[in-house]
């Protein structure tokens, strides 16, 4: 197996989405990931959807956790925060996405973190970042969306703001925080020193739109809304209603455009007053009356079907795809790809289930590890034996709901 974080320990204070992808990410690379969770409830995301999902095992939990050790632990209780600390400096890393602040008044900030254990590489992971002015404001995904400029990105110009349909802002923030832990922990191996990594929503946001982020701050150039249609400006580029269903399209370029004309039984469109060049931009297919010609080209599709159309172009070297659910695809055109998911047993689920594993594949296999998601405090007595509490210890702690050992 890939495993290049084995050895690695995770203390992971994360709850939610952000936090737990980066530590995701940090245990399918085999990191032992040891998750803090607050006794009786945990993770929020463990409750699920009541009636249709598992008591404490709700799907979008399995799938960021699969594979992580979970402490439930009461850090309001001044020995719950001592048995942090002894795992602080057995660790390698802390992730931790609580509201700046709040662990300093713990004494668990990085300052003190660093003194328990000064290789440790200590990852805070907020809506804006450790300082400024809005440092203490929520991070939300919706609000993040709305303040950096993605919601005004999406949608057709006039329109109101429409926030991308799933919590984007905040699996970037975890890929972000992935590649600046793994960087970090590069740097210590040069320095022989910890580090603290600042990883925020915001920034997560302004890196996955460096493309129109750049047109401003470079070029002082304000982003356009495109809608559904293409940023090429082709009239045969875009999303398009078929027969039966939705098309996208990319022929962006001017050979492209015409191979698509053609596939689609109009050649004779390429002559069309229309279809005329009309100017440059970057090599694009760019013609005399954009409107006009995309609805040509939008007529001569509604007489197909999405599926024949997505064979048709794809064959001709024209990336195209029928605009489908998640649902569809993961039953249907994903099984056609190598994939990345590991098929596993879990608890609460009467059938095996699959999760997704780091994203890639090495040598031909999904990376990652295929182990299912904890219950709640699993792993508490384990890891509080590893720390060399005794059996009486652990009794008086769980006695006392310091602790939560598993049901």
């Known amino acids: 197996m890939f495993t290049p974080l084995a050895g690695k320990r995770v203390v ?11 530590t995701h990410i940090l245990r399918q690379l085999g990191a032992d990931v040891i998750k803090i969770e607050r006794p009786g409830t945990g993770d929020v995301m463990r409750a699920g959807r009541p009636g249709q999902s598992p008591p404490g095992f709700g799907p979008q939990f399995v799938g960021l956790n699969a594979g992580k050790r979970s402490v439930a632990l009461d850090l309001k209780d ?11 400096a057995t660790a390698d890393i802390l992730v931790e996405n609580l509201r700046p602040g709040e662990l300093r008044r713990l004494k668990l900030d990085y300052e003190s973190a660093a003194v328990l254990n000064p290789m440790l590489v200590y990852c805070s992971v907020s809506g804006w970042g450790q300082s400024g ?40 923030t975890g890929m972000n925080g992935a590649c600046a832990v793994l960087s970090a922990l590069l740097e210590r191996e040069r320095t022989g020193k910890g580090c603290r990594v600042d990883v925020a929503m915001a920034d997560s946001a302004l890196m996955l739109m460096i493309g129109p982020a750049s047109t401003w701050s470079v070029g002082r150039i304000a982003a356009e809304r495109f809608g559904n249609r293409s940023l090429a400006s082709s009239p045969t580029s875009g999303v398009f209603p078929t027969a039966d269903g939705w098309l996208s399209v990319a022929a962006n370029t001017p050979e492209q455009g015409h191979r698509a004309l053609e596939i689609i039984g109009r050649p004779a ?5 229309r279809f005329a060049p009309a100017g440059s931009k970057g090599g694009f297919f760019i013609v005399a009356d954009l409107e006009g010609a995309r609805a040509q080209f939008a007529a001569g599709l509604r007489e197909g079907t999405a599926a024949h159309w997505e064979a048709a172009f794809n064959a001709a070297g024209i990336a195209s795809a029928k605009v489908r659910t998640i649902d569809e695809y993961l039953d249907g055109a994903y099984r056609q790809t190598p994939g990345i998911q590991h098929r596993m047993d879990q608890p609460g689920y009467a059938q095996p289930v699959e999760t997704l594993g780091a994203g890639f594949r090495v040598d031909g ?7 299912p998601a904890p219950a709640l405090g699993a792993d508490s007595q384990a890891v509080l034996r590893d720390l060399g509490l005794s059996p009486d210890d652990i009794a008086e702690l769980a006695r006392d709901k310091v602790v939560q050992l598993s049901r």
């Open 133 to 172: 002015a809005f440092a203490g404001r929520a991070g939300y995904d919706q609000a993040i969306q709305a303040a950096t400029g993605v919601m005004m990105m999406q949608g057709e110009p006039g329109e109101p703001p429409m926030k991308v349909g799933f919590p984007a802002i905040d699996i970037a």
């Open 365 to 371: 296999a999904a990376a990652g590890v295929a182990a």
């Open 269 to 273: 469109l390429k002559d069309d007053p």
């Open 78 to 88: 001044s020995r719950g925060q001592d048995i942090l600390r002894r795992l602080i």
């Open 12 to 22: 992971d204070l994360t709850h939610v989405l952000a936090g737990p992808y980066v």
